[in-house]
């Protein structure tokens, strides 16, 4: 093999050459670190968020193409890239050539908040716009790209964010399509007031701007010798100075393979790994390091394609993309219509993002499955398609079915897979028979040949459960099912001939057939009673392997799954005049006999399922949005919806988050060392044999706290918290010390290889639920200024009741903030026992209190400066600090600068998140559903320390005093458990009191059996109610939105018949139900004490200083707009150019004190208070020179006002310490959210049709930043009602500790119509410039999506009910009461319809007399 010792590359256009580099490194880390482009991010590591994704591109020398698709840098490996182009966010444009329109337009649609997501989003943008234009279709108009507006969607279904909602993001991506409508695009920056958008307004596209493949690099690339020169054989030098010889190898053949594989290193245990895209280390990340890397996808065997009348064979290193690729070039060129490969297509379509799949191959999934035990998709679909592949080890070549290869034992190293072979089944096939009989191969003769005594047709589905509806989320269970069925040319008679139903994922070690369930149904007409007696073999041998989650659920998934498949063959057969037909895919219909009766096919929008029983209006695919804000000129430039600060910078990649922050000279990395036990002693932490790593460099832990230091991270009002655990650990994931290293993978790897000894003995137990804390009367102090107050006379209440519910009992899960950029820190040691911490927080002054009281040095010694965060959402108040903390002992002591990024499972198992609750509550209420009396017994999981935990007692109730009870007691304890701390997370306690307050309204609701509105319509406040419940708070009359915003939303949904729409549907379809539900929220702010500081310049341009950090809130864009509103009475004509003039800078809290807490909802508008007294100062101070310049000419300029000033010395400067009014300083936000969901009977799966919100901004400084708010608000909120479970093992370790196992809303998730009113609700007095907050309340109007899920699922009993046989009278389950907690997933909604609903249909048709 010829030898090439060097890796070339390019990265936006610029050459690298390598010679020497870590076979481990991911082109991510090479990114980050060796290059000046911080574009791609680390979000996960693990190829489920999209911050990291760039493009590459490759360039064939013969047809002189250039191939571009994205990849997630995350697990990409540098040493695959040789001759590629690697273009990042910055590529594209920047600063200085220019901006893209992709970023200009991503700004101008208002589509970045933190902005941490959006460089990745870019390029997935790009990619597809890239790729549909370089398609065969028609030119688009001038302006547009060839991209359709469903295609815009998908294109960026792979990224997350946790900030915008999507919605913006997604009109960002419909602006280039062709078949766009320029109306149905949301507010954005491109039109003034009154204006139309149109293609002229938009920032231009031109898909030739970017050169993705730079001349020199094709130069490199030699025609004649390029399957040599894409060869390599590097060697590398490692730290310890060995050297590696070949550590990256590309052979050209499997011969070439196979001798490396028999080559004595091998033979000798050298770690040797056949790697194709590497994705597999996005599942498995601890992968062990290897001394060999042999990179396949070079060998021709295992990238063919072949087709033939059988069917396709395709080699292993073949991506997912291509398969998909090839695959429906067949059956666009294919004679006969082949709907197996379709429904393939359409399932590989639904395993992982664009950016995996590009890199995915075909043969790495199968080997994970079959060594690895992968649940995998692509095996289920194949096997039961009954495909077939080819192995290749050093002594011989085999074929296989795939099913035998399954049930061998796992590959060893050296086994190659080469192809897989996928039979074609487009025609009427008989099945071939070994000699055992056995089934194998299909053949070619057709048994319609000759003279049939019967007509056959093949079937095929495939179905598999998700959380994410289109894909990117592991299945539950996935299926694929064939059948042959023989229709009786007289009788009609439908017979089952061949099947293979093949089942996967439900926690099995691979995927298997049903033999037993075939067997049974062979040659049997498919009756209920055949389907009934078939789903109970069935459910014996899909059985989940112990201690697999949801077991039950997964069993009844694979249940639902043969029904769906099967039952058209008994259901439509019986209305049908006994003809057979069946639906190919894209919904075409296809009939033996000529005739269009049936339905059976796979709806990938609804998790594998459709209805089929009066299947009419189903969701939308493409999300339809409006947006209604009134933009008011009362204080120009405030409340106009300015473009966010900096969003293009965001966009490109340039703005830099701490991490980007380059490594000053020295720096070294950090990683956390936690304890995996809840409540033991450390023993012993058993560093040394890490420590002799010549890259690892020290541990620090509690031992080197300085001299007059204490152990303290997390200090507040009400108690404090340890930066690392000092003999004792309580809670799995407590930081016990830093391993520094070098690197920041050295100091992870070594982190993880760090052993800790415990001891338990005779300790107690760890509290690791909220009942052992009772029991053990484990509560933290709520002081008595924070105790709820009671509201009247309990027992009076009670005594007026015609109905009481006595403790009834409903709980709240915990929720994780998955901020997309995780906790960071950078320490750097200064002169004089000094330190400068950049940390990603919202509670700087704080971090700058903890540090020094750690370190043991003053408060002047600590400088801790913040420009952005990439999301906090309150995980980086109080839970940034201990990692600032530490890094800065680690800088102190190393006098090194010092950084620290926690991996995404690090992170989530430390960082807490939302306190769970269980609450027990006690009504009494009239006949006519006014409620008399309310008691609650509140208890909150706090975890191991008291953080801001008190407060909740209070924000807690504020939400659920939204109605009138009547009178209210309460009794609320904070339980200390050994789990990690809860801390405020957005809409702390407030979301958890709302749900309450409409668990009591559905309480009541049911049991009069009442409509849930009308209960919450008699029992919301009336003026005077509201002031005896929230007393100062409830402002004025005037202030009281909420009855008004309530009756404009429910009379819109009248005029719209929605109630009527619903009703009709749930009586027409039997395996789909809609529900409907509005609900109000009332939400309590407190606005604080802020301080600023505004500066002008001897040229005219402006600084400002605020407390409050930009975290994505569009923090900074309110306060210029204030500022420039503020100065503008120095300059009115030119408070446009005035807000051009105006930067905001980082937090510095040496110059910046008491900056207080970012959160809370009210820190922009104190922010901007504050800038606006500092402005004022300044007003003062200049307008008398203005005056005396006016005395002598008429107009005076900006510039030269200030230079005169200047000349006049008088102070520039001006800062000041803005305290809010103190009778005014807490207020009341209302809002209003109806929302429409469509659950599937058979899955549990949710899809929200729609929503409507309506939310008082007051007078909203910015509606565009508001509506950003309002918009991603909700959308978390439907993560805390829906999707995201934060799971805990037996040890209280977190163990939904990543993308795959915790589920944040996607692009599926969120409402197909999204419609949101920004109510402008006028003059506010006491009010800053009469707007109010929208950070945290909207997230509170997702419980809409709750209640309405409950008013499906009521209806689905109802059904349930109608079935009326002998298992219903034993089971609860079909009563129209029942307690829903959070979060209401897939498999909680499958629950309360009957886990057995489909056994239940089947029997009452049994039972049909
Ligand atoms: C975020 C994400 C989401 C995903 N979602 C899904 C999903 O929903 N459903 C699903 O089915 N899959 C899913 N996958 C799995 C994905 O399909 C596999 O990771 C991928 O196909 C593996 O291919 P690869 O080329 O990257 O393999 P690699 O990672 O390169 O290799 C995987 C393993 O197979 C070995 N190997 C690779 N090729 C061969 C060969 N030809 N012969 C012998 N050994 C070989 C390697 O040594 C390694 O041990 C997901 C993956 C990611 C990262
Ligand atoms: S960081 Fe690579 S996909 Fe999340
Ligand atoms: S803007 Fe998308 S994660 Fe913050």
Redesign the pocket.
Known sequence: MKQQQKLVFGVNGEKIELSNIDPATTLLEFLRTRTPYKGAKLGCGEGGCG?CVVLISKYDPTTKDIEEFTVSSCLTLLCSLNHCSVTTSEGLGNQRDGFHSIHQRIAGFH????????PG?CISLYSSLSKANKSSRPEPPAGFSKLTVSEAERAIAGN?????GYRP?IDTCKSFCRDVEMEDLGLNSFCKKGETLNICKLPPYDPYSVCTFPEFLKNEIIPSDESSERKLNLVYKNGWDEVEHGYWITPSSVEELMNIMRSEEVENGKRVKLVAGNTSAGFYKNQENYQKYIDIRHIPELLIIKRDTEGIEIGACVTISKVIEAMEEEISTSVEPNLVFKKIVKHLNMVASNFIQNMASLGGNLIMAQRNEFPSDIVTILLGASSSIKIQTPTETRFLTLEEFLERPPCDPQTLLVSVRIPSWNRTHSLSKTEDQTEVYPVSETICSGEPKSMTELFFETYRAAPYPMGGALAYVNAAFFAEVMADEFTGELVLGHLSLAFGAYGTKRAIRAKKAEEYLKGKSVSPTVLLEAIQILRLSVVSKEATPKADYRSSLAVGFLFDFLSPLFENFARSNKRLCVEGPNNEKNSINGHVNSASRINSSDNGFSGRNGDEKKPTSVLISKQLVEIHNDYHPVGYPAKKVAAEL?ASGEAVYVDDIPSPKDCLHGAFVYSRKPFARIKHIEVDSVLTSPRVISFVSVKDIPKGGENISVGTQFGDEPVFADGLTEFAGQPLGVLIAETWRCAKIGADQVKVHYDTKDMEPPILSIEEAVERSSFFEIPPVLTPKQVGDFSKGMAEADHKIISSKVETGSQYYF???TQTALAIPDEDNCITVYVSCQLDEYAQVAIAKFLGIPQHNVRIITRRV??GFGGKALRAIQVAAACAIAAYKLRRPVRMYLDRQTDMIITGGRHPMKIVYTVGFKANGKITALHVDCFLDAGYSIDFSPLLSHTFVTSLKKYNYGCLSLNIKLCKTNFPSKSAMRAPGEVQGTFLAETIIEHVASILSMDANSIRKKNLHNFESLKLFYGASAGDNFGYTLPLTLEKLDSSLRLNKKPEEIREFNNINRWRKRGMSLVPITYEVTVRPTPGKVSILNDGSIVVEVGGIEL?QGLWTKVKQMTAFALGRLWEEGKEELMERVRIVQIDTISMAQSGLTGGSTTSESSCEAARVACDVLVERLSPVKLNMMEKTNGVSWDALVSQAYLESVNMSASVYWVPDSSSKQYLNFGAAASEVEINLLTGATTILQTDIIYDCGKSLNPAVDLGQIE?AFVQGIGFFVLEEHVVNSDGMVTSDGTWTYKIPNVDTIPKQFNIEILSSGHHENRVLSSKASGEPPLLLAVSVHCAIREAIKEARKELRSYNNSSNEKCSSTSAMFRMDTPATMDVVKQLCGLDNVERYLQSLVDLP
Request: a neutral charge.
């Open positions: 911050a589509a970045s908040q933190c902005g941490f997501c959006t989003m997350l964010c946790r900030c915008t993001i965001q901020y997309m950029e990439g999301g994505g991603g």
